[in-house]
């Protein structure tokens, strides 16, 4: 054997030696790993169902609850509004606010800690004009200026609606 043959020999042993160690040999048939169809996880059929958590759902909170409560009486009594979003509490003693618009107006839904701060909120907006409907630890503001008529108007059906008491009409 001359010398060209034999490095050309020894090279290509050492080449699929390396290849051989990394598993590049052969066909893909030949190095890829038995499975059985039993093994792969078929996807499940379209018409199963997807399992639901037999986990009870959790309440909502009575934040949730007095939105919740406001929004589906708005809709009950046909009256537009918009999606409330949450805002600043500012200084008012909530512990939770919503702006919203009703009837194209600016308005807004308070969640109070309880009954004596709600109260005290009360009294506030009151001496300043403020027509709202108290619901449970919950009000539902109107706009009390440009928006003043439609507020008085809306805000009685709203309370009788929701079980709560309309203030400031």
Known sequence: MNHSKLTATLASVSLFAALALVGCTGSPEDTAPETSAASIPAS???????????????????????????????????????EPVRAEVGMSGAKARFGITVNGFDAGINVFPDADTLATWGEASDSFGGIY?????????????????????????????????????
């Open 44 to 82: 499940p059929p379209e018409s199963q169902a997807p399992v639901e958590s037999l986990a009870p759902a959790e309440p909502p909170t009575d934040i949730e609850a007095s939105v919740q409560a406001f929004i589906a009486t708005l809709d009950e009594l046909g009256i537009a509004h918009s």
């Open 133 to 169: 409907i108290a619901y449970g630890n919950a009000v539902l503001t109107l706009n009390s200026s440009e928006g003043i008529a439609n507020s008085a108007e809306v805000a009685p059906r709203i309370a009788e609606a929701i079980g709560g008491q309309a203030h400031g009409i």
